[in-house]
């Protein structure tokens, strides 16, 4: 018997060139193929009807070229915008939002000033009507009427907060059943800052606590011996029991209510004494805050260009770098 006839092959044709039926099969016989041939033809004059109207507007650009030009042109956006926004935060404040203790007055309160000038937010704690209604008036400044001495209080103030400074100091002055906000405050605000999450925190102390005890002239030490106990109290806290946290303590020398040299440094040196000005000392602690080489550093501030009998010392000590 005779082996049934074939049909005729025909020319391989890509699967999305043939056309469809409403069955979804693809189309196999000479005149369904004459018809796909019709349609690709088509096509090709569709084509080339539309790159010559291209060519008319842009003579010597093809399509490629088009869709390459566009895609360029995108990524070139894309990276103006991405600068722009790295730009942006380069130039933003480290902290936007910093919470301060001791801000009512001496270097505090110029801690305040530097910060606002760097763009920084600062939440104030404060616990006089005077002193809140004059930081009340200061743009960018938040007041939180507040006292040390309550835990509460500083924790309500602090919260929201993504740094903190503190330079609260009592002096000399006479103390209430024996506490003084040099401890009781500053380890309010220390304890604060733990709970609440804010890993940056500056503590300003004073030469004479700690590893500086040397560098202070005897008579000296002995007047400020309760204050300087009081202070290296509130240092051991952070320094012993808030490993995980972000923290710097400095220790000026003696202060001055003069303006600033803008030769004071900060040092590692902790036989370093002299005298510092109050508004230099707050210039350093916001340097300090915003720069990445201070993480638990403890460093002394002094002026090296301030001549008095306790400032040989100062004269010859290295100053660290910040920057």
Same mark, same amino acid.
Request: glycine letters at 8%.
């Given at each position: ?116 000038? %760097? ?33 509460? %209080? ?10 903190? $400074? ?22 309010? $605000? ?29 008579? $000296? ?94 004269? %010859? ?7």
């Amino acid at each position: 018997p005779m082996p049934p006839a074939r049909k005729p092959s025909l020319p391989s044709l890509h699967p999305l060139l043939l056309p469809i039926d409403r069955r979804g099969a693809s189309f196999t016989t000479s005149h369904d193929l004459a018809a796909a041939v019709g349609i690709m033809v088509s096509s090709a004059i569709l084509f080339a009807l539309l790159a010559s109207t291209c060519s008319a507007f842009a003579p010597s650009t093809n399509m490629l070229d088009l869709v390459s030009i566009s895609n360029t042109a995108q990524r070139h956006r894309q990276h103006a915008f991405s600068s722009n926004l790295s730009m942006m935060a380069a130039d933003g404040p480290k902290y936007k939002k910093v919470f301060v203790a001791g801000g009512t007055r001496g270097v505090g309160r110029a801690v305040i000033n530097e910060l606002i000038s %760097s763009g920084s937010q600062v939440v104030a704690l404060v616990r006089g009507d005077e002193a809140a209604a004059e930081l009340s008036a200061v743009e960018g400044v938040t007041v939180a009427r507040g006292d040390a001495f309550d835990y509460k %209080s500083v924790e309500g103030a602090m919260d929201g907060c993504d740094a903190a $400074v503190t330079t609260m100091g009592q002096g000399t002055d006479a103390v209430e059943d024996g506490k003084r906000v040099d401890y009781v405050g500053n380890n309010n $605000v220390i304890e604060a800052a733990g709970i609440l999450g804010v890993t940056r925190v500056v503590l300003v102390t004073s030469i004479g606590c700690g590893s500086s005890k040397e560098a202070a002239p005897p008579t $000296v030490f002995e007047v400020l011996k309760d204050v300087l106990a009081a202070k290296e109290r509130a240092e051991n806290v952070l320094i012993k029991y808030y490993t995980n946290m972000n923290w710097t303590i400095i220790r000026p020398g003696g202060l001055k209510s003069e303006p600033a040299t803008g030769t004071a440094i900060l040092t590692e040196h902790s036989l370093a004494i002299g005298s510092i000005h109050r508004e230099d000392v707050a210039n350093l602690v916001v340097k300090a805050l915003n720069s990445d080489k201070t993480e638990r550093k403890i460093l002394s501030a002094v002026d090296p260009e301030i001549s008095s009998a306790a400032n040989a010392e100062a004269s %010859s000590v290295d100053a660290f770098v910040l920057a």
